[in-house]
T-cell receptor, first 117, second 113 residues
Framework: ETGVTQSPTHLIKTRGQQVTLRCSSQSGHNTVSWYQQALGQGPQFIFQYYREEENGRGNFPPRFSGLQFPNYSSELNVNALELDDSALYLC????????????????FGPGTRLTVT | AQSVTQPDIHITVSEGASLELRCNYSYGATPYLFWYVQSPGQGLQLLLKYFSGDTLVQGIKGFEAEFKRSQSSFNLRKPSVHWSDAAEYFCAVLLQGVQKLVFGQGTRLTINP
């Protein structure tokens, strides 16, 4: 069973630029959630994708957008980068195939460390 | 609003000593609760979860947690810590429907040899 993978591991961008982060979900999972973790903080929910549609969004501006593909992989796009966007971006996959509470378990990838200068 | 509070930002214990990390939540419905561990520069690993039933749940790496509805708490415990337990620990509640995890700020655990 393949776990959640994310790319790239690290990247450095300049304020005002755009960035795309990628996530491959765990085998058998159809739902992807994205979280932002600032230094010294707990992760904050950005949004979730299910069946290629956004299925819930946290308190993040529209310049944070995403996609989910038919193979359930996902992208997080951030436009007009700001210094405060510097953080670890975590992707988590889960499944909605059953009503079992176990389907609510979210499995996290290693994250992408974004630095905005 | 739903929230999770981890009152201790940093805890230091000696190797072999017992450990308890505190977590309090605020959630209107029956909570689904989780503890995750994060090693430096890494993603989150699920330690254990509570959905219903027995209020004492066992997890990986010898950890356990007890759900106390009357106290809105879900504290994590381990009888004897190992140096490899040094990490950041996060408590989280799942908002059902959207399946959004709300995390506490985390507790950093340091182990003295």
């Amino acid at each position: 069973e393949t776990g959640v993978t994310q790319s790239p591991t690290h990247l450095i961008k300049t304020r005002g630029q755009q960035v795309t982060l990628r996530c491959s979900s765990q085998s058998g999972h159809n739902t992807v959630s994205w979280y932002q973790q600032a230094l010294g903080q707990g992760p904050q929910f950005i949004f979730q994708y299910y069946r290629e549609e956004e299925n819930g969004r946290g308190n993040f501006p529209p310049r944070f957008s995403g996609l989910q593909f038919p193979n359930y992989s996902s992208e997080l796009n951030v436009n007009a980068l700001e210094l405060d966007d510097s953080a670890l971006y975590l992707c988590a996959s889960s499944t909605r195939r059953t009503l079992s509470p176990n389907s609510y378990e979210q499995y996290f990838g290693p994250g992408t460390r974004l630095t905005v200068t | 609003a739903q929230s999770v509070t981890q009152p201790d930002i940093h805890i230091t214990v000696s190797e072999g000593a017992s450990l308890e990390l505190r977590c309090n939540y605020s959630y209107g419905a029956t909570p689904y609760l989780f503890w995750y561990v994060q090693s430096p520069g890494q993603g989150l690993q699920l330690l254990l979860k509570y959905f219903s039933g027995d209020t004492l749940v066992q997890g990986i790496k010898g950890f356990e947690a007890e759900f106390k509805r009357s106290q809105s708490s879900f504290n994590l415990r381990k009888p004897s810590v190992h140096w490899s337990d040094a990490a950041e620990y996060f408590c989280a509640v799942l908002l059902q429907g959207v399946q959004k995890l709300v995390f506490g700020q985390g507790t950093r655990l340091t182990i003295n040899p």
